[in-house]
């Protein structure tokens, strides 16, 4: 199969993934911001969110060796309006050249926390970095990092803790350059077996 091709069939196959920009800041003040669409989140306590970086021995990483720095970060959804101008995030600018001035986002801090916050976002979280973990099989790398603060719109927050990502208006991602809104379909309660619905009725 042509090369290419190949590859965007790979990037599709896991279907929506969450569209978040990570954002951070040099120890001599740089900030810097870029999409990734591989944060997962891996457990709630203590809460624990993962990403992958793609290979970094090649290219320079600015939100890698931020984080690295200064164990600091924030994941920030990224709205449905802003999706074009967080796509071109991913671009190679200088270290010096803030993606938050070039793709048009406003930046904020919150006291004691270093690293900067997108204001356009619903929700956004700060992250402390804990651990990298390499993964052999393809040369990247898994960021695992701790939720320190939490800041979301509390349109979208129900009174039992859960979040509607369709008020929030936060985008998916297929691929890496496909962009969708979220629509939410239903809620339903934790799955017993003393609670089967009959499907066949
Ligand atoms: C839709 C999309 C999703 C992306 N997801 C990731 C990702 O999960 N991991 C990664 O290493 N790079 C990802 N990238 C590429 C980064 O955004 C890109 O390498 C960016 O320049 C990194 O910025 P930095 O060098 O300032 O850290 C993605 C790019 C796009 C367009």
Redesign the pocket.
Known sequence: MDKVKRLNIVNSITGIKPGNLIGTISNDNFP?L?????IVHLGSNPALLG????PQHKV?????NNILENGSYTVNHLPNHLTKNG?Y?????DKNQSEFEYCNFKKYYIDGFKAPFVKESNLSIGMKFMESIPIKANNTVMVVGCVEHVLVNEDALSDEGYIDLEILKSSG?SG??SYYKLTKIDSYPYARISELPDFKK
Do not use: M, P
């Not at 870029?34 to 591989?38: K, M, P």
């Not at 990403?51 to 793609?54: A, E, N, P, T, V």
């Not at 995030?89 to 600018?93: E, G, L, Y």
């Open positions: 810097n870029a999409i990734f669409s591989s990403f992958i970086l793609r320079r990483r600015d939100t890698y796509h995030t991913s671009v190679k600018f991602i890496l350059n």
